[in-house]
């Protein structure tokens, strides 16, 4: 079955220090990997995405996130944290093909992620 | 640019009452989803389209109804609502089918069924 995950419910990091917001995922096939991020009262939106090609990513507001094959992985990276990037983050992938003709998405639980001035 | 527009923002029902939330894209995109979103659970899928006339159901489909007239309009009914069914809800719509395309979201519909 296709399925994400993101295992930690917080990440707490200084500002200016480096952040790293973990997913990891379990697809067939080729993956399809999204970011997403939610600010308080605000419906979800897209920081980047990794298809096929490089596998580093880059994205909105300096984010960029790097693809591992073997480990299943597609963290989600900043050099430098703002004390602004705090909200809670999504991991997303393409989950099966429907009778419709489309995929469903999958989400993970989220991160919170806190940047302490 | 309005994006989805979702609506009532808030809305607090009696069990057993039904309501209609609204969702409404103006980007003439093909695909639009409802999600629920509950805390640790992350987003569910309850419904989702791809096209006018298409819909299909999600993983949590049960006591939703959707339907899709129009290209631009996705309302999501609730038929008797139930407690569990209070949570924070989520329109999205992508301009097609394809699955490298994200999603554009909504700011959310939050529920209280009492």
């Known amino acids: 079955a296709q399925s994400v995950a993101q295992p930690e419910d917080q990440v707490n990091v200084a500002e200016g220090n480096p952040l790293t917001v973990k997913c990891t995922y379990s697809?067939?096939?080729?993956?399809?990997l999204f970011w997403y991020v939610q600010y308080p009262n605000r419906g979800l939106q897209f920081l980047l995405k990794?298809?096929?090609?490089?596998?580093l990513v880059k994205g909105s507001y300096g984010f960029e996130a790097e693809f591992n094959k073997s480990q299943t992985s597609f963290h989600l990276k900043k050099p430098s944290a703002l004390v602004s990037d705090s909200a809670l983050y999504f991991c997303?992938?393409?989950?099966?093909?429907?009778?419709?003709?489309?995929?469903?998405?999958?989400f993970g639980t989220g991160t919170r992620l806190k940047v302490l001035a | 640019n309005a994006g989805v527009t979702q609506t009532p923002k808030f809305q607090v029902l009696k069990t057993g009452q039904s309501m209609t939330l609204q969702c409404a894209q103006d980007?003439?995109?093909?695909?639009m989803s409802w999600y629920r979103q509950d805390p640790g659970m992350g987003l569910r899928l309850i419904h989702y389209?791809?096209?006018?006339?298409?819909?299909d159901q999600g993983e949590v489909p049960n006591g939703y109804n959707v339907s899709r007239s129009t290209t631009e309009d996705f309302p999501l009914r609730l038929l008797s609502a139930a407690p569990s069914q209070t949570s924070v809800y989520f329109c999205?719509?992508?301009?097609?089918?394809?699955?490298?395309?994200?999603?554009?979201f909504g700011d959310g519909t939050r529920l209280s069924i009492l």
């Open positions: 997303a992938v393409r989950g099966l093909f429907t009778t419709s003709g489309t995929y469903k998405y999958i």
């Open positions: 980007m003439n995109h093909e695909y």
């Open positions: 990794y298809i096929t090609g490089d596998n």
């Open positions: 999205a719509s992508s301009y097609s089918r394809d699955s490298n395309q994200p999603q554009h």
């Open positions: 697809v067939s096939g080729n993956p399809y």
């Open positions: 389209s791809v096209g006018a006339g298409i819909t």
